[in-house]
């Protein structure tokens, strides 16, 4: 039998093995940096920066989600973003990932949010066509931008400078 809860601080390294098993899915490993530490920081101090379920089968732990706030200025009201969404393998087709995805969009109602984002691997097809089969619409003129490490450093060297 499924249930899904909201993460607690006990969850912490539960989380991060997670976290861990998505990489390794994701085949990207060896980019994991998190700690239990920043987890425990991040999501459950004073001012969280993330929220988390998790889904347990029979009492077994089969997958999370974690998610957090944005604003939408087109919108004129907030969205969640939804970081990470994994089903252990073994768990899988039970409707345990659509579940988790549910139990997020009863959230994002409950808060007002105009929507829920997130971003999946053009080679998962068994996540896209989940998705699809929800109504999910797929924003291919969007691309997805990320700055990091030393071009995050440069830009924020220059911040300070004016135009000549």
């Given at each position: ?30 980019f ?62 039970r ?7 549910a ?7 409950q ?32 691309r ?21």
């Amino acid at each position: 039998m499924l249930t899904i809860r909201a993460a607690t601080e006990s969850d912490v390294p539960l989380l991060r093995t997670l976290i861990r098993e998505l990489a390794e899915y994701e085949r990207e490993l060896e980019f994991v940096a998190v700690s239990e530490a920043d987890l425990l920081r991040d999501g459950f101090g004073a001012h969280p920066k993330f929220r988390a379920l998790i889904a347990e089968w029979d009492d077994q732990s089969a997958g999370y989600a974690l998610f957090f706030g944005f604003y939408s200025t087109w919108e004129g009201r907030p969205g969640l973003f939804l970081e990470d969404l994994f089903v252990r393998p073994q768990f899988r087709c039970r409707g345990i990932g659509k579940a988790l995805l549910a139990s997020v969009a009863r959230l994002a109602q409950q808060q007002n949010c105009y929507g829920i984002r997130w971003e999946v691997l053009d080679w998962n097809q068994p996540a896209i066509e989940l998705y699809q089969s929800m109504g999910g619409t797929f924003l291919d003129h969007w691309r997805s931008v990320l700055l990091k490490d030393e071009a995050l450093r440069q830009l924020a060297d220059k911040g300070g400078e004016r135009p000549e």
